[in-house]
């Protein structure tokens, strides 16, 4: 049932991804992050959390630009990775298409990647829609079995 919910659909994969010290000078040239003097060690540290913090927001902001721009043109959409930390990617998306579908959705990535210079934006498919199968298969009944019953050359003939 699940594999014929996804007959005729697609999975996309859109990535985007920053380069980090870029993102940290827009942040800072906005006057987002309070720059001052070095200080001491935990002052440094302090600053180190609330940079990360803000690049953590702006990513989870442009991946929810990215999403909210595709989505119309998708059935269902899915993460594929949450962003947690500074360390993370902006996003990691799946998308399902119908497969007649694709043209406004390529149009789509193009426009976000004219929008979005400062983003390397990656586009995957078509792919199969393993995303969006849970893959949990109710398990076949068991046949009954009978050690004493076998069959072949060990095995007794009833």
Same mark, same amino acid.
């Given at each position: 049932?699940?594999?014929?919910?996804?007959?005729?659909?697609?999975?996309?994969?859109?990535?985007?991804?920053?380069?980090?010290?870029?993102?940290?000078?827009?942040?800072?040239?906005?006057?987002?992050?309070?720059?001052?003097? $070095? =200080?001491?060690?935990? *002052?440094?540290? &302090? +600053?180190?959390?609330?940079?990360?913090?803000? %690049?953590? @927001?702006?990513?989870?902001?442009?991946?929810?630009?990215?999403?909210?721009?595709?989505?119309?043109?998708?059935?269902?959409?899915?993460?594929?990775?949450?962003?947690?930390?500074?360390?993370?990617?902006?996003?990691?998306?799946?998308?399902?298409?119908?497969?007649?579908?694709?043209?406004?959705?390529?149009?789509?990535? $193009? =426009?976000?990647?004219? *929008?979005?210079? &400062? +983003?390397?934006?990656?586009?995957?498919?078509? %792919?199969? @829609?393993?995303?969006?199968?849970?893959?949990?298969?109710?398990?076949?009944?068991?046949?009954?079995?009978?050690?004493?019953?076998?069959?072949?050359?060990?095995?007794?003939?009833?």
């Amino acid at each position: 049932r699940q594999l014929d919910a996804v007959d005729g659909l697609v999975e996309l994969h859109v990535d985007a991804d920053d380069d980090e010290a870029s993102s940290i000078a827009a942040l800072t040239g906005a006057g987002r992050v309070p720059l001052g003097r $070095a =200080g001491d060690l935990s *002052a440094r540290i &302090e +600053l180190g959390q609330q940079i990360a913090q803000l %690049l953590v @927001a702006h990513r989870q902001q442009l991946a929810e630009q990215i999403v909210a721009k595709l989505r119309p043109h998708a059935i269902q959409d899915t993460p594929r990775a949450i962003i947690r930390t500074a360390e993370d990617p902006p996003l990691r998306w799946a998308f399902l298409v119908p497969q007649d579908g694709l043209a406004p959705f390529d149009a789509a990535v $193009a =426009g976000l990647r004219q *929008a979005h210079p &400062e +983003l390397e934006i990656r586009y995957t498919g078509p %792919l199969p @829609a393993a995303h969006f199968v849970d893959g949990q298969v109710a398990p076949a009944e068991p046949e009954p079995t009978d050690s004493f019953r076998a069959s072949g050359a060990w095995g007794w003939e009833a």
